[in-house]
């Protein structure tokens, strides 16, 4: 498995920006599909955003089409969201996720806090 590591999380207002970071250990990174998940308050995890290896195919979940990011830099072992417009009912935790095959995840970070104001 792979380690790891989120962050950029904070608190911002509504409207704002985040770019949210993972760092992966391993020499492997290139080869794992990577993803980002969200947990509110109260809330069961949800899928935000996917990328496959080779960062040419992406997917989104329909509340964040248009407003968010998913891009990869395998030579840094690092994965990025790029959250734009936030909203409030965007306050999480954003976990990243990683794995071998396309949108199934195995290995998990310990996520960073987003909170959005209005």
């Known amino acids: 498995q792979v380690q790891l590591v989120e962050s950029g999380g904070g608190l911002v207002q509504a409207g704002g920006s985040l770019r949210l970071s993972c760092a992966a250990s391993?020499?492997?990174?290139?080869?794992?599909?990577m993803g980002w998940f969200r947990q509110a308050p109260g809330k069961e995890r949800e899928f935000v955003a996917a990328i496959d290896s080779s960062g040419g195919i992406t997917s989104y979940a329909d509340s964040v089409k248009g407003r968010f990011t998913i891009s990869r830099g395998n030579a840094k072992n690092t994965v990025y969201l790029q959250m734009n417009s936030l909203k409030p009912e965007d306050t999480a935790v954003y976990y990243c996720a990683a794995g071998v095959i396309f949108n199934v995840f195995d290995s998990w970070g310990r996520g960073t806090q987003v909170t959005i104001s209005s």
């Open positions: 391993g020499r492997t990174f290139s080869s794992y599909t």
